[in-house]
Structures are given as structure tokens and as C-alpha cells.
């Protein structure tokens, strides 16, 4: 009964969107580097992992598959709709962009897990360099002030300057070759769409 009740908790954190749907959400959850970056709620959640799920829908003939945010890329993983009789263009579209997903995860996960750990070690040198350790006497976290953590949020900007400029030409390439597909499976599919409707209006097609 309790593994029933787990799967339908984990059934439940993933919905059902459209494409233009998912194409909105994707526009905030791929944010620019500086965001994802400089949040001052960022975490070390490579020190507390958390308990997920490994469901994962199957996919669907119209819709996409969006999931809950992963701990570590912050990313909601998707799982992209499979069309009935998908064509060859059709499944280069899709595992391309399932393709992109991954990669996109995984740098966003190695940032992340690289930011939360040069931000501890800054804070706890510039607490030593104070005479402070990171807790006080009653057990509380100390922390810095805006203006200390800004240095360290440029300093590795800074140092990774060369790695988000790949990241972002590496990105927009993909992105362009994913809307050039999607712009001949769209055409295709209206070319299909007219051809089926002269033919059976009895209208010759050119």
C-alpha cells in the first residue's frame, strides 16, 4: 500500500503541458548565467541529498512530460511527446532535443555543485581571516553581507567567464538547429494536411 501511495505521489509531480506551454516555461527555467548563479538562496545540496522518485511517465503522442525541479541543475527534466507513426524527421526533432536536455543538466549540475563549494570555502576564509568560525556560540550559521558576498559572486564569474561563453554559443547552436527542425516538421506536416484535403475533395495536387 505505502509503494502505491510513493508512486502516486511521484505520478503526481509531473503534468501534462502543450508545446507552446513548454515553450514558455523553458524561457524562465533557462535563465542567464549571472541569475542562476548569484541567487542568494543558492544551497550546498550536494551535502544534503534529497530522497527523488525515479518515475518517469512514458511519453505521450500529444503532450510533453514536465517534472519538479532537479536539487542540483535546477532544471524541471521533461519528457518529449512521441507522435502515433513518427517520421524520421520527426524522431531526429525529439531526440535531439531530449539529447540537449542532458547536456544542459549536466553542465548546469557540475556549475552548481562547483559554485556551493568555492561559496563555503569564501565564506568560511573571510570568517577565519575575522577571527570567526562559522557558527557562533549559540549554534547559529554566521553569514556575510551583501557587499563580501559580491565579491566572490564576481570573482567566480569571473573565472568562468571563458566556460559560460561556450556554454551560451553552445546553447543558442542547439537551439537554432532545434527550430529549424521543428520548422520543417511544422511545414511537412501542413504540406500533409493540404495534400490529403485536395485529395479528398477530388482536387489535383501540383
Known sequence: MAANTGAAAARSTWRSVSNSTL???????????????????????????????????????THDWIGPPNPLSNLRPIVYHMAENE?????????????????NHDFWTKQNISFSKEKEAFIISQLKAKGLT?????????????????????SFLD????????Y????????????LLMARVALRSLWKTVHE??????????
Not at 535563465?31 to 505521450?60: E, I, N
Not at 520527426?90 to 540537449?100: A, V
Not at 573565472?159 to 561556450?166: A, D, G, P, S
Not at 551560451?168 to 527550430?179: A, V
Open 23 to 61: 515553450a514558455h516555461l523553458r524561457v524562465h527555467c533557462l535563465s542567464a548565467v549571472s541569475f542562476r548563479l548569484c541567487s542568494s538562496k543558492q544551497t550546498t545540496q550536494q551535502d544534503k541529498p534529497s530522497k527523488r522518485s525515479t518515475y518517469r511517465p512514458r511519453p505521450s503522442p
Open 87 to 103: 517520421s524520421e524527421l520527426e524522431k531526429r526533432l525529439r531526440n535531439l532535443r531530449q539529447e540537449t536536455e542532458s547536456w
Open 134 to 154: 562559522l557558527r557562533d556560540e549559540g549554534g547559529r550559521r554566521r553569514s556575510l553581507n551583501s557587499e563580501e558576498m559580491a565579491m566572490f559572486y564576481k
Open 159 to 166: 573565472r568562468n567567464r571563458i566556460r559560460h561563453t561556450n
Open 168 to 179: 551560451n554559443k553552445e546553447w543558442y547552436r542547439r537551439n537554432f538547429t532545434i527550430t
Open 197 to 206: 484535403r485536395r485529395k479528398n475533395s477530388g482536387t489535383p495536387t501540383t
